[in-house]
């Protein structure tokens, strides 16, 4: 059974900083892309950032390009988003989610599945 667990959201200062972790159980890590998305009530989810299969590839939504980073621990099954300069709009549950495909650079709720559960990020001062 696919598993994916994450940990790290938090309250912060705009301007602050937050490293998210999504351990994965279940599956080969390796075969599958990975991704973050993020939604607030009432909205779509969205794609934040996401990796390919062979953790080269990377795409990143246009708001967060330079400020977030997204990376993998193969040993330990888990993929990482740390996030700088966090501004108010990036307050939202974000989660990690799956694709077979290798979709990264779609990295779309159409193409990714196997929601974990969602941490929440709260940017506010």
């Known amino acids: 059974e696919v598993q994916l667990v994450e940990s790290g959201g938090g309250l912060v200062q705009p301007g602050g900083t937050l490293t998210l972790s999504c351990a994965a159980s279940?599956?080969?890590?390796?075969?599958?892309?990975m991704g973050w998305f993020r939604q607030v009530p009432g909205k779509k989810r969205e794609g934040v950032s996401c990796?390919?299969?062979?953790?080269?590839?990377?795409y990143y939504e246009d708001s967060v390009k330079g400020r977030f980073t997204i990376w993998t621990d193969n040993a330990n099954n888990t993929v990482y988003l740390h996030m700088n300069n966090l501004k108010p709009e990036d307050t939202a549950v974000y989660s990690c989610?799956?694709?077979?495909?290798?979709?990264?650079?779609?990295?779309?709720?159409?193409?990714?599945?196997?929601w974990g559960q969602g941490t929440q990020v709260t940017v506010s001062s």
């Open positions: 989610a799956i694709d077979s495909w290798d979709r990264y650079y779609y990295c779309s709720i159409l193409a990714f599945s196997n």
């Open positions: 279940g599956f080969t890590f390796g075969d599958y892309a």
């Open positions: 990796i390919s299969k062979d953790r080269t590839g990377k």
